[in-house]
């Protein structure tokens, strides 16, 4: 199972970024998506989720600013960063949670400048 993520960057404080998360088919019907982030000396932590109902759930940190978003059509998952702090810097991870197993992408390093 390949989860592809991209989208990370270099971007000024207060700037926006969006990532997205692409996986097969058969994985991401059956699949809660989920953002996570993991910045240096910190353990990787929930950012959001996205459920396969579309109910969704953000860390505290982000609430307001970050919107996580899902298209069966395409099968991906987006995760929309505005208003981007420097504590925002990190590298994010997509986790597709299915009933069996989960399965993470390889990470997308996001730098916010200050």
């Known amino acids: 199972v390949q989860l592809q993520a991209s989208g990370g960057g270099l971007v000024q404080a207060g700037g926006s970024l969006t990532l997205s998360c692409a996986t097969s088919?058969?994985?991401?019907?059956?699949?809660?998506m989920g953002w996570y982030r993991q910045a240096p000396g910190k353990q990787r932590e929930l950012v959001a989720l996205?459920?396969?109902?579309?109910?969704?759930n953000y860390a505290d940190s982000v609430k307001g600013r970050f919107t996580i978003s899902r298209d069966s059509a395409k099968n991906t998952v987006w995760l929309q960063m505005n208003s981007l702090k420097p504590e925002d810097t990190a590298v994010y991870y997509c986790?597709?949670?299915?009933?069996?197993?989960?399965?993470w992408g390889k990470g997308t390093l996001v730098t916010v400048s200050s």
């Open positions: 986790k597709a949670a299915t009933f069996f197993a989960d399965y």
């Open positions: 088919g058969s994985i991401f019907s059956s699949s809660d």
């Open positions: 996205i459920t396969g109902t579309r109910r969704t």
